[in-house]
Nanobody
Framework: QVQLVESGGGLVQAGGSLRLSCAAS????????MGWFRQAPGKEREFVAA?????????YADSVKGRFTISRDNAKKNTVYLQMNSLKPEDTAVYYC?????????????????WGQGTQVTVSS
């Protein structure tokens, strides 16, 4: 089992930045592809970004490309990050991290095996 805990959410003005963290316990994350998803009220959970096991490959939704950066620290902190810059009100959502044991760059929820509880990000205009 992998336990994932997100942190770093909060309230920020449009144009601001936040860095989300996803810390893992139970197993090393180095064997898992990792993804970030988000869910706004009344909407489906959607893909935001993903990173391969080694960190060598990254994937982004078009809506965040150029503004968000996903990264990971397998060795020291067993943590995945999502740096979010130039935030917009439409980025407001609960953000979830997820782990996939078999990773092929998948962007669908069903491709991930473990999920965190989410962290709220609110961007004011």
């Amino acid at each position: 089992q992998v336990q994932l805990v997100e942190s770093g959410g909060g309230l920020v003005q449009a144009g601001g930045s936040l860095r989300l963290s996803c810390a893992a316990s139970g197993r090393s994350l180095s064997n898992y592809g990792m993804g970030w998803f988000r869910q706004a009220p009344g909407k489906e959970r959607e893909f935001v970004a993903a990173v391969s096991e080694s960190g060598g490959s990254t994937y982004y939704a078009d809506s965040v490309k150029g503004r968000f950066t996903i990264s990971r620290d397998n060795a020291k902190k067993n943590t995945v990050y999502l740096q979010m810059n130039s935030l917009k009100p439409e980025d407001t959502a609960v953000y979830y991290c997820a782990a996939a044991y078999i990773f092929r760059g998948q962007t669908t929820k069903s491709g991930y095996d473990y999920w965190g509880q989410g962290t709220q990000v609110t961007v004011s205009s």
